[in-house]
């Protein structure tokens, strides 16, 4: 397959309520949308996940503009290319994985269509349906809180996920698990305890939580391993795994017993499937996280989360929750017993609305 055309549009959804977390507040979401057209005119799309700025890990909406447009597909221009050359001629460029994954999986998707075969099943999915939670960012009113948390259980979702930070966590979480004594429920710092906080999170350990995720620094994994041997509840890694590599020295070391696999954050979806291969040699569990994705970024992700490994319930919810409106045909839905249907369709899985990136664009690159 050639790459005969390739744009960007930055694309940006205003969200319907700031999305509150341990590192600030996520109130409009910019996403980086890749379209690459072959030589026969198969589209294959793909989502640059960063935020607007470095605040998660260090990439923003414009580095991954700058890293897929002057690094990441020039490497396809004139060549024979597939999802395997790709990831092995892009890995001499460092880090930037968010950016990577939008290429990966573009081709991905045209390598999909060319051999009539959906993405899940070319990487070995075993799982059609997948068991979803919510995250809730922070909300100041309790009773707000309550009520959300209320009508997502009568959604369906199967567990909830809570953001906090310090002296913004054992009180606040408390009121959920009275409320509701018998919900799953999981927190997420976002990297901002120390280990000098330690008490804090120890106090976590009476709210019976399925895990606390990322407390510690967002490129950390030894203060965690100190940590988790102190800690009855299992620590999750988010921030800290950015591949296979990661997660086996993570593992190895006893920093955490489940790890979120955002599959953007790892860079490909062979590293997915390298990560899905440690966990089963480790015997720890994986999870599908999100980072409020359009549908395009979500489709792949869910498809990720069809390998055997990936037990625990994923962040993954319809772009209707946090936006006006999604970008994809179907959205992601929730079935009534809290699960979402792996995209089977060959490519993306779902259509693009073309005029809601029009709508929403606030910036075009069109690369050759
Ligand atoms: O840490 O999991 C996170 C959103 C943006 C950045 C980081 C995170 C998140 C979420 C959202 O928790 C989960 C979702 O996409 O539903
Ligand atoms: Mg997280």
């Known amino acids: 397959m050639k790459v005969i055309s390739a744009e960007i549009f930055h694309i940006q959804l205003p969200m319907k309520f700031p999305f509150v977390t341990g590192f600030g507040a996520i109130s409009k979401r910019d996403a980086i949308i890749l379209k690459?057209?072959?030589?026969?005119?198969?589209?294959?799309?793909?989502?640059?996940?960063?935020?607007?700025?470095?605040?998660?890990?260090?990439?923003?909406?414009?580095?991954?503009?700058?890293?897929?447009?002057?690094?990441?597909?020039?490497?396809?221009k004139d060549i024979e290319i597939s999802h395997e050359e790709y990831v092995k001629k892009s890995t001499y460029i460092r880090g930037n994985n968010l950016a990577k994954f939008a290429v990966d999986t573009a081709i991905w998707s045209i390598?999909?269509?060319?051999?009539?075969?959906?993405?899940?099943?070319?990487?070995?999915?075993?799982?059609?349906?997948?068991?979803?939670?919510?995250?809730?960012?922070m909300v100041e009113s309790i009773t707000k809180l309550l009520e959300i948390v209320e009508k997502r259980m009568s959604e369906g979702y199967q567990r909830i996920k809570l953001k906090i930070k310090p002296e913004h966590d054992y009180e606040y979480v408390s009121i959920v698990r009275?409320?509701?004594?018998?919900?799953?429920?999981?927190?997420?710092?976002?990297?901002?305890?120390?280990?000098?906080?330690?008490?804090?999170?120890?106090?976590?350990?009476?709210?019976?939580?399925?895990?606390?995720?990322?407390?510690?620094a967002y490129d950390d994994i030894i203060d965690h391993a100190t940590l988790q041997k102190q800690l009855k509840t299992p620590?999750?890694?988010?921030?800290?795994?950015?591949?296979?590599?990661?997660?086996?020295k993570a593992c190895e070391i006893g920093a955490c017993k489940i790890i979120n696999v955002k599959p953007g954050r790892v860079g490909s979806l062979d590293e997915c499937i390298k990560?899905?291969?440690?966990?089963?040699?480790?015997?720890?569990?994986?999870?599908?996280?999100?980072?409020l994705e359009t549908g395009i970024g979500k489709s792949y992700n869910l498809m990720a989360a069809s390998l055997s490994e990936f037990t625990l319930p994923a962040d993954v919810?319809?772009?209707?929750?946090?936006?006006?409106?999604?970008?994809?045909?179907?959205?992601?839905?929730?079935?009534?017993?809290?699960?979402?249907?792996?995209?089977?369709?060959?490519?993306?899985?779902?259509?693009?609305?073309?005029?809601?990136?029009?709508?929403?664009?606030?910036?075009?690159?069109?690369?050759f």
């Not at 710092?189 to 120390?194: G, Q, R």
């Not at 620590?235 to 086996?248: H, V």
């Not at 990560?275 to 980072?291: D, H, S």
């Open 178 to 216: 009275r409320a509701f004594p018998k919900l799953k429920i999981m927190v997420d710092a976002n990297s901002s305890y120390s280990l000098d906080q330690i008490d804090l999170l120890k106090k976590l350990d009476e709210l019976g939580l399925m895990m606390i995720e990322q407390p510690l």
């Open 36 to 76: 690459l057209t072959d030589e026969n005119g198969l589209v294959g799309w793909g989502e640059g996940a960063a935020l607007w700025g470095p605040v998660y890990l260090e990439e923003s909406a414009m580095t991954n503009v700058h890293v897929i447009k002057d690094f990441l597909v020039p490497i396809l």
């Open 317 to 367: 919810s319809p772009s209707k929750t946090f936006f006006d409106e999604g970008i994809t045909d179907p959205d992601v839905q929730v079935s009534s017993k809290g699960f979402v249907e792996v995209p089977a369709e060959v490519g993306l899985g779902f259509k693009v609305f073309e005029e809601k990136i029009e709508k929403y664009k606030i910036g075009h690159y069109k690369i």
């Open 275 to 291: 990560i899905n291969e440690v966990a089963k040699k480790f015997k720890i569990q994986l999870w599908l996280g999100g980072m």
């Open 235 to 248: 620590i999750c890694l988010d921030e800290s795994i950015l591949s296979a590599e990661d997660a086996r």
């Open 111 to 137: 390598d999909s269509q060319i051999s009539k075969k959906p993405i899940y099943k070319l990487i070995g999915g075993v799982r059609k349906q997948i068991p979803v939670g919510e995250s809730i960012g």
